[in-house]
């Protein structure tokens, strides 16, 4: 079938938008990925504090505190 040059270049630029839209839409998955980690990390990290605050309330060791919330001695210190 015979095509015009009209029509390569649409399929041409059909191809190049399709391929960027893709790209884009990898871009946001990346990102929401990352953005859920980083939360999640940062959840974690706050539940860590609250522990190592009642831990030191009860009279825990600060080494045993950062041992057990993977914290480090100097972050539960200045929990104190």
């Given at each position: 079938?015979?095509?015009t040059?009209?029509?390569?270049?649409w399929d041409?630029?059909?191809?190049r938008d399709f391929a960027i839209e893709k790209g884009i839409e990898k871009?946001?998955?990346k990102g929401i990925e990352k953005g859920i980690e980083k939360a999640?990390?940062?959840v974690k990290y706050q539940n860590s504090i609250e522990?190592?605050?009642a831990l030191l309330a009860d009279g825990i060791p600060v080494s045993q505190?950062?041992?057990c919330?993977?914290?480090s001695e100097e972050e539960v210190a200045a929990l104190k």
């Open positions: 079938m015979f095509r040059a009209q029509q390569v270049k041409e630029q059909n191809v871009g946001i998955e999640s990390e940062k522990i190592a605050k505190i950062a041992k919330t993977r914290l």
